[in-house]
T-cell receptor, first 115, second 119 residues
Framework: GAGVSQTPSNKVTEKGKYVELRCDPI?????LYWYRQSLGQGPEFLIY????????DSGLPNDRFFAVRPEGSVSTLKIQRTERGDSAVYLC?????????????FGPGTRLTVL | AQTVTQSQPEMSVQEAETVTLSCTYD???????LFWYKQPPSRQMILVIR??????QNATENRFSVNFQKAAKSFSLKISDSQLGDTAMYFC????????????????FGQGTRLTINP
């Protein structure tokens, strides 16, 4: 079946602009995760959803970052007033549930470049 | 807080050779999961192998096996009969085991090891 998909694949924006990054999880997966991967680093956790609610948003760096999942499927990560330091690959993952035994399946990511 | 350290930024071996990637971690938890993920140039993270800390037996998946040393907090990945398609970034990751613990569902990754398999 289809895996996790993310759009756009690449996004170039100017400092101060607003961006939205979209994630389509695997069908039937109730848990969804966002990670950020800076150049040369491992991914870092941002937020995870169980259903429609954000169960843990402790990784969001500041209030410019916000994520939603209104119908418990597709999620959108929103970044306001982008800064050059926001440039990174944003990875989305989903799992069948939020049980730790469930494997997280990752999408190909969105590469965000802030000029 | 948990930390994961991969001390080898890059490694390179010839095709068909065996290679071992190192990973150490720091945690006060007694029960947890450890993972190795592969990230090819396509950027998509792919699970290679996982280990549950309460299991003493080392996990194996075909050509991939781990050496889990709980007391030493070490979790190395061995790739046997390496293939060109194994060329990728490899990340070691940690996850707490209890969903009741805050932050249990997030993976904590190391910095990665870039592995190149040469023909």
């Amino acid at each position: 079946g289809a895996g996790v998909s993310q759009t756009p694949s690449n996004k170039v924006t100017e400092k101060g602009k607003y961006v939205e990054l979209r994630c389509d999880p695997i069908s039937g997966h109730t848990a969804l995760y966002w990670y950020r991967q800076s150049l040369g680093q491992g991914p870092e956790f941002l937020i995870y959803f169980q259903g429609t609610g954000a169960a843990d948003d402790s990784g969001l760096p500041n209030d410019r970052f916000f994520a939603v999942r209104p119908e418990g499927s597709v999620s959108t990560l929103k970044i306001q007033r982008t800064e050059r330091g926001d440039s990174a690959v944003y990875l989305c993952a989903s799992s069948l549930s939020d049980r730790v035994a469930d494997t997280q399946y990752f999408g190909p990511g969105t590469r965000l470049t802030v000029l | 807080a948990q930390t994961v350290t991969q001390s080898q930024p890059e490694m390179s071996v010839q095709e068909a050779e065996t290679v071992t990637l190192s990973c150490t971690y720091d945690t006060s938890e007694n029960n947890y999961y450890l993972f190795w993920y592969k990230q090819p140039p396509s950027r998509q993270m792919i699970l290679v192998i996982r280990q549950e800390a309460y299991k003493q037996q080392n996990a194996t998946e075909n050509r991939f096996s781990v050496n889990f040393q709980k007391a030493a907090k070490s979790f190395s990945l061995k790739i046997s009969d390496s293939q060109l398609g194994d060329t990728a970034m490899y990340f070691c990751a940690f996850m707490k085991s209890s969903p009741q613990i805050q932050g249990a569902q997030k993976l904590v990754f190391g910095q990665g090891t870039r592995l190149t398999i040469n023909p």
